[in-house]
Every structure is written in C-alpha cells, then in structure tokens.
C-alpha cells in the first residue's frame, strides 16, 4: 500500500460574494433557472459556514447496527463592511419600486444563489456555489462618527438547502486539482452551476 503524503495550502483570504435570484415556478417554488444577473460585492470581511445536521441510530438484536447523520441546512454566516440596500430588501421579500421600499408585511423570501471564493496561500481556489438559499437573518445597526475610525458592519445569514434528489447543497471547484486548474472565478460565478457536468464545462479552454 502506497503512502501518499499532502501538504495543502492554508487560506489566505475570502474573496468578493455572488448573488443570483432564481426563477421560481407559479407556485414560488425554486427551479433550476435563474436571472440572467448575477450581483458581485467585494464586501465580505469574515465567512463561516455550519451543517445542520441530525445523527441517528439503527439498532437490531439489542446492539446498534448503524450509525448515520442527515445533513439537513448549510448555514452561512458572514460579515460586510457594506451592503447594496435594494438587493437585501429583494432577499427579504420585500418590494422594491425605483427605490422606494414597502416592507413590513408578512413575506414569503425568494430563493437565490449564493457564491463566495475562499483563495488559499498558493493562489488556488475553492469555488462554491450554493445553488438553493433563502437569508434567515440580518443585523443592521449604525453608530455615530468618532475621532478615531471604526468599521460599521453588517452581519447576515444565509440558509442553503438541498437543490436537487440526492440532498446536495453545495457546487465546488477545486483549482489545486489539475482537472479544474484553468478554472477562473469569472468562469465560474458566471451563472450558478448544479451538476459536474456544468461545471466541467464551464472551464476555460486555457485559463483565462
């Protein structure tokens, strides 16, 4: 037996975050289309995410005969130094009218993509695409101006669901594998991706 030693590089920053709307059937319920716009914020200071999951146990003849947990939500929790104000109004649910915002009803919050690059110390990238996600929560609070400068952030969480029949919640693309090598993050973000094959596709001929 082979040993196969690693060495994987650390991260080094987060890079800009992709939003894209979805198109939902006449019911409200998401599909595979979206918008044909996908928004790019460079304003993400701090990503975390976390599984929601659920472990259970099978048990036959008094002893347990399998063990399994069922990852149920991904939650992504992040921090911006700035927010586009008609763009989180839309992901709340509420309308927006050449700038004018009723809010305040009881909404149903549309579905949306989200995208976020995470760039490791030796310039590869993992690439995610969260196809299927709804914002859970926001935080908006502001602070007077002082002498001294201090950032005023906002903090969201977006939930991402299972978006297709195997429970899959998330698309990514490994550059440091040579088979997504010429992947580029414009590639990439350039519409949400769903299956290998579109991400296959989606490579650049010759990384660029």
Request: negative net charge.
């Given at each position: ?5 690693k060495?994987?590089?650390?991260k ?53 005969y ?34 004018v ?29 969260y ?58 973000f ?11 596709a ?7």
């Amino acid at each position: 037996m082979a040993l196969s030693r690693k060495h994987p590089a650390t991260k080094e920053t987060v890079g800009a975050q992709y939003i894209c709307f979805n198109t939902p059937d006449e019911n409200g319920e998401w599909t595979e289309n979206f918008e044909s716009t996908v928004y790019v914020f460079p304003t993400v200071t701090q990503v975390s995410t976390e599984e929601a999951s659920e472990g259970y146990d099978v048990w036959a003849s008094g002893a347990s005969y399998e063990s399994d947990s069922v990852v149920s939500a991904v939650d992504i929790s992040e921090t911006n130094v700035a927010f586009d104000d008609e763009i989180l109004e839309k992901m709340k649910g509420n309308t927006v009218v050449d700038g004018v915002v009723l809010s305040g009803k009881t909404t149903v919050r549309p579905w949306f993509a989200y995208g976020i690059p995470v760039i490791k110390h030796d310039g590869s990238m993992d690439l995610r695409w969260y196809p299927k996600c709804k914002l859970t929560e926001n935080t908006d609070a502001t602070a007077t101006s002082t002498d001294s400068h201090s950032d005023q952030t906002d903090d969201m969480t977006i939930r991402a669901y299972s978006f297709d029949e195997e429970g899959n919640k998330c698309v990514k693309a490994l550059t440091a594998n040579n088979a997504m090598k010429n992947m580029t993050q414009d590639a990439f973000f350039a519409a949400p991706l769903l299956t290998v094959a579109a991400v296959k596709a989606a490579v650049p001929s010759s990384g660029g």
